[in-house]
Each structure stands twice: as C-alpha cells, then as structure tokens.
C-alpha cells in the first residue's frame, strides 16, 4: 500500500455486527483451530453486548478452543523496548534502530524481511523526527596527511637545531590534539546513543499500524469488535502523531479509522509474554475470540498464552449447557477494591458479581490490613462493596475508619512491598516476607500474596542458581498458602494454579 487512502480502503464501517455475523468471521479467523463441531457459541449476553456460551456440558479441564493472535506489536511499555518488533529477538545496546531509518527497533535480520517492509515504508513517509541523520562521510585524508608530513619535517629540523623547548611545545599541541580528537569521538559517540533511542509514543501505534494491512475478513472482524471511545485514546494518538514531521492528521477519514483501531485494541487486547532465544518480552495481541468473553472476577475459564501468539482456553470449573464462559480482566488475587478500581479505568465498567458483593472474598480477606487502633492487631476490611471509596471496619474493636486514612495505610504496604520486589534477591525476599511483612501487613492481604508469588516465579523460572533445602521449603510453603487462597475463591483449575504447580510453563 502507497497512501493513506489505500490503507482505509477496505476497512468496513460494521461496528454493529450481529452476534450471527461475528461469529462467521470469528469462524473465518479460526481456521483449522476450529473444532468440527465446538463446544462454544457466540450469542448476546445480559453482562455485557456480546458473550461466549457453552453449547452442552463442559467439564472442568477439558480445552474450550484455541487461538491465534489476529495481529501482535510490542506493548512500548518500560524495560519492553529492547527487542525486535518483528523476531522478538534482544537487540545490542548499540544499532539496533532499523537500517532504513523508519526509527522502529528491528534486527538487521530483519530489517529487508517483506513482514517489516509496509510498516517501514508508512513510518519513513511520516517522517520520524527522532531519525538519525546519515553518518557524513570522513574527508579524504590526502591533504591532512600533507600536513602531517611537513610537521614531521619540521620536527625533524628543530631536532636537528637543537631547539629541545620548541619541541617541548610542539608535543604538547599534538597531545592537545589528539585530545582534542578523542572528546571530540567520544561526544559523537554521546550524541549517537542519544539519537537512537527509541520512542515509546510511536511505537504503541505500531500495532494499529498492522491492523492497516491485514487481509479484508481479518479487518471486517476488527471492525465488529467493541470498543471504548474514550478521549485518552485520542491524545494517545495526537502524541503519537506529534513524534512525525508529516503524520497525516488532516486525513479525516484515515484519523477516524485508526482511533477506533486504537479503541479496540486498548479495549480487546492482551499482553502475551513471548520466549526468544531465551529472552522473554510482553507482546501486545489482539486475540478475537478471547476478547469477546465476558468478565468475571473468580471466572468459570482461565486462559494461557503459548509464545505470544496462541491462545488456549479450558474450563476452570463444570460449566452447564447454556452458560456463559467468563474470564478475568484482571489479576485473580487482587482484592475487590483493587480490581474494581482498574476495571472502572481501563474498561469503564464496576463489576456485580458474586465475589464483588462479598467484602470478605470466600474468607480470603485479600483486601485486609491491620487496625490502626491502638492495642488492637485485628483485621479491617471494607464495609461497602459497590463504591470505590468505602468506610472501614475493624472485625475485632468494629472500630470504623475512613477511606482515605486506610488507602494510605495500603499505599505504603504496596510501595514497600514493591520496591523490596525490584530490589532484592531472591534470600532477602524470603527474609523480608517471614521477618519483616507480618509487622505491618496481614499474610492474607493480596500485595503480601503478590510477593510470595514472585519468590516462587524467580525461583522456578528465572534464577539458576542453587537454592538451601530451607529456602526451597518455604517456596513450598508459599505455594501452598496461595492454592489455598484460590480453593477458597472457587478458583478451579484457573492458569494461576497450573503455573504455580508447574503444569504449564
């Protein structure tokens, strides 16, 4: 595709797809992954629009269907930027910006390959502004070495004179020079690593950029799809846009397009780890089908990514003929507060289910702190269920305390929590879990719960190292305290069990 105009010219206005007409084009993307006769339909549902029914009895564990990623890109986020959009692969410190300057982060591998090329071509019309200038060519040295020549001989005459304090002087402006010469490379050196970085605002539009040239069916489905117009979006574009010397935003037709791209993926699309060459990155994957199951905080199917590009879904409990298959939106383990303060700012909606109007969880009491009141260590938990800014009340004293006094108090929890996760190993975390976490925060509240998991996950996937028979006991143990937590939410075999257990990798 040449212009702007080409990239929209297939693009169908269907946004208002009945459910029997998404489910033929979600056939269509499914390909030889769809089953001959599957145990899933596509039908309207009284949670939200559009839903995903079982069409006879699924039992807990048996695979519902399977997926390919329609389209994948990276998700630009922090400490994301260091690999190849297009193999995934790490790139080094040094030239690792595409060789024709679109500015995108890709391996010389990759650079001429026809998947890089249309992207490449449309990011080099636009003009990046942050593309490297083209090195200059060195001068011809002919006449600098003339130079040299004749400074050698002159040098060789003053040798000759004797004259040893002109000499002195004449060292000391070479040294000068060559000084001169290395600060000189070493702030073009500066300046280059300056030059080549990557921009995270241009590169969070790279995957709509690809929804542009998929195939006509593959673009009708990512039309049909919902989406949240929300006014974020717009000024994620407006940035983006700003990052190019000759963005088309006069293109009214073309601007309408991608924001509503924009606005399905921000609303569908998933963050799918990827293994390449043994290095790990999040994708960013607009996986169709997945997207148009509904949410449920203790969901009835869990779902994993294989390699960034392959969805697999399986029942995480018995799911009846005629139910509808839920997934989360959000962590399992957060607590009711937590997850629907994201829901309610990433996907504009407060969920009603079960576990949201219980403010104990099942007995979790993922969302417990200690009362602040003096001489009581008994639990606080949130007295209201459908706000986000509830009173609290001690089950010990019954004690209330306000909102904001009790934010604070879990603020500091999840900071500490945090910055002893990013910095500390794998022996201090333990300590710090053991010794330290039980002073100011409950073993049951879900930060203290996020910290044990990542003991477990950097000791089973990331850390080589040997580890004592006492630390790997209380890996073991951790384990345990988290299967519990999730029998008690009516979990089932969600993917957060098969991880931790090691039952997928």
């Excluded at 983006?240 to 509503?260: G, S, V």
């Excluded at 949410?295 to 003929?321: M, Q, W």
Aim: charged share 30%; glycine share 6%; with cysteine.
């Amino acid at each position: 595709m040449d212009t702007t105009a080409a990239m929209v010219a297939h693009m169908a206005p269907c946004k208002d797809t009945t459910p029997e007409q998404l489910a033929k084009l979600i056939d269509t993307h499914l390909g030889d992954l769809r089953e001959e006769q599957p145990n899933w339909t596509i039908s309207s549902s009284k949670v939200a629009g559009r839903g995903v029914f079982a069409t006879r009895d699924i039992k807990a564990g048996e695979l519902i269907f399977r997926e390919r990623a329609l389209v994948t890109g990276p998700t630009a986020r922090k400490g994301q930027l260091s690999s190849c959009v297009c193999c995934h692969q790490p790139l080094p410190q040094t030239g690792f910006l595409c060789r024709h300057r679109c500015t995108l982060p890709v391996c010389a591998a990759c650079s001429d390959l026809e998947i890089h090329q249309a992207e490449c071509e449309h990011f080099r019309r636009w003009q990046p502004k942050d593309a490297v200038p083209p090195k200059k060519k060195e001068q011809e040295p002919g006449k600098e070495q003339g130079k040299e020549k004749g400074q050698e001989q002159g040098k060789e005459q003053e040798k000759e004179k004797g004259e040893e304090q002109e000499k002195e002087q004449e060292n000391e402006k070479e040294q000068g020079k060559e000084q001169e010469k290395e600060q000189g490379k070493e702030q073009e050196q500066e300046q280059e690593l300056k030059q080549e970085q990557v921009n995270p605002l241009s590169l969070r539009i790279l995957t709509a950029v690809r929804v542009f040239h998929l195939g006509k069916q593959q673009r009708h489905l990512v039309d049909a799809m919902q989406a949240n117009a929300e006014r974020a979006y717009r000024q994620e574009i407006i940035k983006a846009a700003q990052c190019f010397r000759n963005f088309p935003t006069t293109d009214r037709l073309f601007m309408d397009q991608l924001f509503r791209i924009v606005g399905v993926l921000n609303t569908n699309a998933f963050e799918a780890p990827c293994r390449s060459g043994g290095h790990e990155t999040l994708l960013r994957g607009l996986f169709p089908l997945t997207a148009i199951m509904n949410h449920e905080c203790t969901p009835n199917a869990s779902h994993y990514f294989d390699n960034g590009t392959l969805a697999v879904v399986r029942a995480a409990r018995d799911i009846p003929k005629g139910g509808e298959i839920t997934t989360t939106y959000t962590k399992i383990l957060w607590g009711n507060l937590t997850r629907n303060i994201f829901l309610k700012m990433t996907k504009h909606f407060s969920c009603n289910c079960p576990r949201c109007n219980d403010n104990s969880e099942n007995g979790t009491y993922l969302s417990a702190l200690f009362c602040r009141e003096q001489g009581c260590r008994g639990l606080v938990i949130p007295v209201q269920t459908r706000t986000l800014q509830p009173d609290w009340k001690c089950l010990t004293c019954e004690n209330v305390f306000p909102h904001a006094k009790m934010a604070r108090y879990q603020d500091f929890a999840l900071n500490t929590i945090n910055n002893r996760i990013n910095t500390s190993s794998v022996r201090d975390m333990i300590h710090f879990i053991n010794e330290l976490c039980p002073r100011f925060c409950p073993p049951s509240n879900y930060v203290l719960i996020e910290a044990k998991l990542n003991v477990i996950w950097r000791m089973t996937r990331f850390d080589r190292e040997e580890y004592s028979p006492e630390e790997i006991a209380h890996k073991d143990r951790y384990r345990e305290d988290v299967l519990a937590i999730l029998h008690k939410l009516g979990a089932g075999e969600c993917t957060l069990k098969k991880l931790i257990t090691e039952e997928i990798q």
